[in-house]
């Protein structure tokens, strides 16, 4: 579709910040910005589709709710939205270690959208739009700009592009297409063409998600229930954990069956995926059923967790079989499921086709390399998942504001955050398929807890200017508590008396031979902090609220000490090439002894850091052995 | 002058041959330490509170063993090649000590050198002229890519396949439990820790056969790689012979008869040549023979020298230009055999061939490019054999063929590496018994696929994320 348009106007409102869609980066970057002082404005096809949550209905998960927790320490908005609308909530692997504890919520969709849309319209400094965005003005380079569909141009310092799915959306099953975004929302079909004429190399993904059903036709007796947490955890650092404990609801775990696989596999040729009609590369880590039921062939049967979508709503969402497969046959398998034998269907499976980009165009700023001014940021960075997105939403919010106040960007590593690795893959892989967070991505996981997420990056959001004062101090006091408490500790030793042979014995732990540090007995797995209370006299009072917190801290430094160390020797070495920094002037032609494959990917990267250059496949050691003789050499010739 | 690069290292820094003496040197901050650790001087001296510049009498002893009588030079920081602390121990026993060393080194912290290092962090601490720079890199690009090369060749085979048969389940349980921890609703890990215990100890005597081979006699025996190439009847086994002074291959007149690739390890005035006979190269129906002429290809690609024999009596023919294509990029001596019959091959001829040879191939850029000698000799009256010892020599000392000392320092890498992952999956083990979470093992089985993979030379990349979604099926 080409774009035209009659006449052109002016807006004379004077905007910093333009932000393009209202999903979970748009919310998230236009917060910010209007939060550091910048004037903004947030564009969307609909209002009432802000934050929107068109797949799964939950927020968290392995490694997205690391995600969600440093959102909240940087200051971010997700953590205390999802606190105020979750209807059930789950710490995930609680019996493995700390590193990948994960919290899960289920959401209220629908709340969850409206209340992040109210906490958008009250905000200072933002206006909310319903419109759409068709063209980047840009001049020299520099973005001056956008034009809607009506013609309107907002001038602007700087354009935050966060489409998500919407740019020439295409929604598919069986053999009925529809050029709508998700949700049958209207699709943005203009702007790529403008993104495509300032250079920007454009790639198509596709997702894909399950039906949503009518709970009253779901018999719940055929399947297992799913409680959430008797003790929820709040994701916001600044929730107060009394605040949470609410009535919950359960989710329903059932299965596939051989029937319903071969309902599937009669059936494949009839897929969009098979008969060529979808295009885009799917995600390997959440394929439809009809991949797996491919892939995994000697799979008798797949988990299938039926979740609500809310407390006003009976639509439930089908969680492990997304499909693109056609309505009858969507039919037909669903109703081979134990409990769904009679179910009716309120949407259809689809699959979705969407234009993103090839994110190795950005900096890790996520500002493009070659539009000064212009940022994007979530699933039209080629990332899968809201809170993906609302990463970084964040991380382009806050960099697009210190661009215009001439600040440095911030610009986490792969050491301080799971943010950090998610970014630096993005901007540093070629990756052929929708990116997604993972625990196993993470290097330095045991650093990176969701525990200490508020320790490693609450400072920093501080520093920002997103973080208060107020909360900044009760983090500093948590820190002395711990500190403290670790410090007099080392300092405790028990002799074999009778009192803490005893205790040993109740708790189920070897008795003493000699005389034992207070430390070395809580290291023992069977043993915490909290059991040695009564053989342990002199401890501090901690304030309530803050008590479980600073006795998990303890926990977790004196037991993985060892382990802790360990990788925080790893990450100094890591540091060291992450700080050698690489002129953005740098001329690779004149770095003589590098190979020709190294000049040209660290040509068409510009990494940062020599850290950066040494993860960029087709750079070899030596090659940064080169780099770093060369940059050594540069220096000396300007001193 | 501080020290930039806070890790110490260690190399062999002479030519490892079987004469003599032999060096290896250690630098970096924790060099005077490490080798406290291991020397024992006179009236317990400790080399740490020695002067720089010094050298110091006494022996290397690893667990109360001596390995060897030798002489310490120390240099501190600035005033040392590299500008750190350095270490130069001077041993005596020869090869097999030399490296025995080094290898105690490493056990005691050091880190075996990256190609060009020393000279990297000589330069990077200032201690090089900033006109050197270039050479600098030069010289880091074009070791690595020996030793790149080396590595390979040497893990050709068996060796190489156990290891990657190794990575291969060591990532597979992995990555079954990186699954788990990212999908914990659809996979369930726990209880996973005796099964895995099962395989880490299954893994663990496969590593320790593979470090109990590194220490065989045959890595004392190497030196310089030769192969002694040619058509057949040129002669090529007559060479051997004459340079081994004995009969040991088949010498006949009926052209063909060296079908196999005859080994055999000669020192010539010190200088060790391991130098391997092959069949005459030749376009052939014969399977046997065809074999015989594949493998001498492949040891021609592999060698450090190459002698080339032709008959000088016969013109040159294709045979003899596949030949020229094979070896013009590579240390080559040229030997007109035969110099006892009427000869109609000149000099001018093979310079010529050459010539035609180097346009004809792609050389890559950084590949060795060297300059070939020729020598008119007569393998079976023995003349010219002196003149081919000297031309070696002289190659030997005039730098030509500085026998790379990379081989054996490969080979002590990958003996430190294969320690490593050895000792990471001790670790795992270790956390399975302490039965920490599952996510620990992770970690440590992790650093022992890396550490393997420094071996064949790959790198981890994706391979996590690729094998946890080929193998696994992830919810959603």
């Known amino acids: 579709m080409k774009y035209s348009v009659n006449s052109v106007w002016e807006n004379k409102d004077k905007y910093d910040v333009v932000v393009i869609g209202a999903g979970h980066a748009g919310c998230e970057a236009a917060l910010a910005c209007a939060r550091l002082g910048h004037r903004t404005i947030v564009f969307t096809v609909s209002v009432d589709s802000i934050a929107l949550m068109p797949c799964n209905p939950n927020i968290g998960g392995s490694s997205k709710g690391h995600l969600v927790r440093e959102i909240d320490a940087l200051g971010g908005e997700m953590g205390k939205i999802i606190d105020r609308t979750f209807i059930q909530s789950k710490m995930l692997n609680k019996s493995k270690g700390p590193a990948v504890h994960s919290l899960r919520a289920q959401a209220d969709k629908a709340l969850y959208s409206r209340t992040m849309r109210q906490v958008l319209e009250n905000e200072k400094n933002l206006e909310v739009k319903q419109t759409e965005v068709v063209k980047i003005l840009v001049d020299k380079n520099r973005i001056t700009g956008v034009q809607t569909l009506s013609g309107a141009v907002y001038r602007c310092q700087a354009i935050i592009l966060c489409t998500g799915t919407y740019l020439k959306a295409r929604c598919i099953y069986g053999d009925v297409s529809t050029y709508t975004g998700p949700n049958g929302l209207q699709a943005a079909n203009y702007l790529t063409d403008s993104l495509k004429e300032l250079g920007i190399k454009m790639y198509r993904f596709k997702t894909g998600t399950p039906a949503r059903i009518d709970k009253n036709t779901v018999d719940f007796s055929k399947m297992e229930e799913q409680l959430g947490d008797e003790k929820v955890i709040p994701f916001s650092f600044a929730t107060n954990p009394d605040d949470v404990q609410i009535d919950q609801v359960s989710c329903w775990l059932t299965y596939t069956n051989k029937e319903t696989h071969d309902i599937i596999r009669r059936n494949l040729d009839r897929s969009p995926l098979f008969s060529g009609m979808i295009e885009g590369t799917g995600p390997r880590y959440c394929p439809s059923i009809e991949d797996k039921v491919v892939k995994f062939a000697d799979k008798e049967r797949h988990q299938v967790f039926i979740e609500p979508e809310g407390l006003e709503t009976n639509e439930m969402y089908i969680g492990g079989m997304s499909s693109s497969l056609p309505e009858d046959v969507q039919y037909e398998m669903y109703r081979t499921v134990p409990g769904l034998e009679n179910v009716r269907i309120v949407r259809n499976a689809y699959a979705i086709e969407y234009d993103c980009i090839d994110a190795r165009q950005l900096k890790p700023s996520l500002e493009f390399k070659n539009i000064e001014g212009l940022f994007s940021s979530g699933q039209f960075n080629g990332s899968s998942g809201y809170e993906e997105a609302a990463a970084q939403g964040l991380i382009a919010g806050i960099n697009a504001s210190r661009k215009i106040n001439d600040l440095s960007p911030v610009i986490l590593d792969r050491s301080e955050a799971y943010i950090g690795v998610l970014i630096d893959d993005l901007v540093t892989k070629e990756s052929h398929e929708p990116y997604r967070m993972m625990t196993s991505r993470a290097e330095y996981r045991l650093l990176l807890r969701q525990d200490n997420a508020d320790q490693r990056l609450s400072e920093k959001g501080y520093e920002i200017g997103l973080i208060s004062k107020e909360r900044y101090e009760k983090l500093k006091f948590k820190e002395k508590l711990i500190e403290n408490e670790i410090k007099r500790l080392e300092h405790v030793t028990v002799g074999t008396t009778g009192n803490v042979q005893a205790l040993l014995e109740k708790c189920g732990s070897t008795p003493l031979l000699s005389g034992s540090t207070i430390i070395d007995l809580i290291k023992r797995p069977e043993l915490s902090y909290e059991l040695l209370e009564e053989i342990d006299t002199g401890r501090p009072e901690f304030p309530t609220e803050l008590k479980d917190e600073v006795i998990e801290q303890i926990n977790i430094a004196i037991k993985y000490d060892g382990y802790i160390k360990r990788q925080k020797k790893q990450v100094e070495h890591f540091k060291k090439l992450e700080n050698k920094k690489i002129p953005e002037n740098i001329n690779y032609d004149e770095v003589k002894s590098l190979r020709i494959e190294a000049v040209q990917k660290l040509k068409e990267y510009c990494p940062i850091s020599i850290g950066q250059a040494s993860r960029i496949s087709g750079v070899s050691p030596a090659d940064i052995s080169v780099l770093l003789v060369y940059l050594e050499e540069k220096t000396r010739c300007n001193n | ?476």
């Open chain 2, 1 to 476: 002058m501080n020290q930039k690069y806070s890790d110490t290292i260690a190399a062999i820094s002479t030519a490892v041959s079987s004469s003599g003496i032999g060096i290896v040197r250690m630098t970096g901050k924790e060099a005077f330490e490490i080798a406290d650790k291991i020397y024992v001087g006179k009236k317990e001296k400790h080399l740490g509170d020695q002067k720089s510049h010094t050298i110091h009498y006494g022996f290397i002893e690893d667990s109360g063993r001596t390995i060897d009588e030798v002489l310490v030079m120390l240099m501190r920081a600035p005033h040392s090649y590299t500008g750190e602390d350095t270490v130069e121990i001077n041993c005596h026993g020869g090869v097999y000590v030399v490296k025995k060393v080094l290898e105690i080194l490493i056990k005691y912290g050091a880190r075996p050198a990256e190609p060009g290092e020393f000279t990297k962090r000589a330069f990077l601490n200032g201690k090089l002229d900033l006109s050197q720079a270039e050479a600098v890199g030069d010289l880091i690009s074009s070791q690595n890519e020996y030793a790149r090369q080396s590595s390979v060749n040497q893990l050709k085979g068996s060796v190489k396949k156990e290891i990657n048969e190794i990575r291969k389940e060591i990532i597979y349980h992995t990555a079954f439990i990186e699954t788990a921890l990212d999908d914990p609703e659809h996979i369930n890990v726990d209880g996973y820790g005796e099964t895995l215990k099962e395989v880490v100890d299954h893994l663990l005597a496969k590593i320790k056969k593979l470090l109990s081979t590194c220490d065989n006699g045959r890595i004392i025996k190497e030196g310089i790689s030769t192969v002694i190439v040619g058509k057949p009847n040129a002669g090529k086994s007559s060479l051997l012979n004459a340079l081994l002074g004995e009969e040991r291959a088949i010498v006949t007149d009926i052209a063909g008869t060296t079908r196999d690739v005859l080994e055999e390890h000669i020192n010539l005035q010190g200088i060790s040549l391991n130098i391997m006979d092959t069949a005459g190269i030749r376009n052939t129906e014969d399977i046997i023979e065809r074999i015989g002429v594949d493998k001498a290809r492949d040891h021609i690609e592999k060698a450090d020298l190459i002698l080339y024999v032709i008959d000088a009596s016969c013109a040159l023919d294709e045979n003899d230009r596949e030949i020229f294509e094979m070896i013009c990029n590579k240390r080559s001596i040229i030997l007109l055999n035969k110099s006892d019959l009427k000869t109609i091959v000149k000099r001018k001829d093979v310079i010529d061939e050459l010539e035609l040879a180097k346009n004809k191939i792609i050389i890559y850029e950084n590949e060795f490019n060297y300059a070939i000698r020729i020598a008119e000799i007569s393998a079976k009256n023995e003349s010219g054999i002196k003149e081919l010892e000297e031309i070696v020599k002289e190659m030997f000392f005039g730098g030509e063929i500085s026998f790379n000392d990379e081989i054996y320092i490969t080979n002590v890498r990958h003996k430190a590496a294969l320690k490593s992952a050895y000792e990471s999956l001790c670790k795992v083990n270790e956390s399975i018994e302490m039965n920490m979470p599952e996510d620990f093992y992770s970690i440590d089985l992790m650093d022992a696929y890396e550490s393997l993979g420094n071996i064949t030379g790959e790198t981890i990349g994706e391979d996590l994320v690729n094998e946890i979604f080929s193998k696994f099926c992830m919810g959603k």
